[in-house]
């Protein structure tokens, strides 16, 4: 069980979108060349962050991304499910009728526990904490 | 982020195997038919617990499948990780050179945090427990 790439390169991206000042415009290939990912990955990965208004597009020769959000209120767990869907775990979890042991199985509220635990871990680390956490690594790799 | 059928059913296997009195060989057709797994899929998920000594296997006529470890030595982690492989979360935890970017990113810790509560649950939990449990819940539905 591993997040996707989708997802790793996502989070990549936005941090680097929320380091921008005042939210500016960062041009695709900015992106690739800082964040290691192909234009392709690039567009596939922002979609979605587009469709949950996570991500602002501009087109034209000044085009480019944005964040649209504010970096405190985008959460890693905004993102992967951006990416990813709704963390089930199990599929049992998906919706009430989704498996008929789930009357008798024990295992149910052990992804149940899990599920939340790691949805409470995700939610609470918010873009706006990790940039800022980036910008003091790389600035005390940078004076080191 | 799901756990794949193949752990899914591999737990429900191992736990219909605990319920076993004395540890029991059971027909490959019986775990089949009680535990709605296919005779290819069950071969499937077997072999990766024979491999890591949970289950032992008895060929010939009478032969079929048991419990090879203590139900109080076997947890969810276990068996997990029998199919998937070491719970990783993300490919940067799976050794030390995973990404190059680690130094600087974030991101890296929340991972391992969020790993290790995850693998602190799912190795909390043992069959014995869970199979004690599905006992319960069968006997109580079968009263109502």
């Known amino acids: ?5 989708a ?3 996502a989070i ?5 979108l929320a380091q921008q000042p005042h939210g500016d415009i960062v041009l695709k290939k900015e992106i690739c060349k800082t964040q290691d990912i192909t234009p392709a990955f690039l567009t596939k990965i922002l979609q979605p962050l587009i469709k949950a208004q996570i991500v602002g597009s501009q087109r034209g ?14 959460t890693l ?16 979890l998906t919706h009430d ?17 899990v599920r939340d635990a790691m949805k409470a871990s995700l939610s609470k680390r ?10 003091e690594f790389l600035a005390a790799a940078a004076a080191s």
């Open 97 to 113: 009728d989704a498996c008929d042991r789930n009357s008798f199985c024990p295992v149910h509220d052990v992804w149940h526990e």
């Open 77 to 92: 767990l905004d993102i992967l499910e951006a990416e990813e869907g709704p963390l089930y775990l199990n599929r049992c």
């Open 7 to 9: 997802t790793e390169y």
């Open 12 to 16: 990549r991206a936005v941090l680097f």
């Open 1 to 5: 069980m591993i997040i996707t790439r």
């Open 61 to 74: 020769v000044t085009g480019g991304f944005f964040l649209r959000k504010d970096p405190e209120e985008i």
């Open 126 to 135: 918010t873009i706006s904490e990790l940039a800022q956490q980036q910008k």
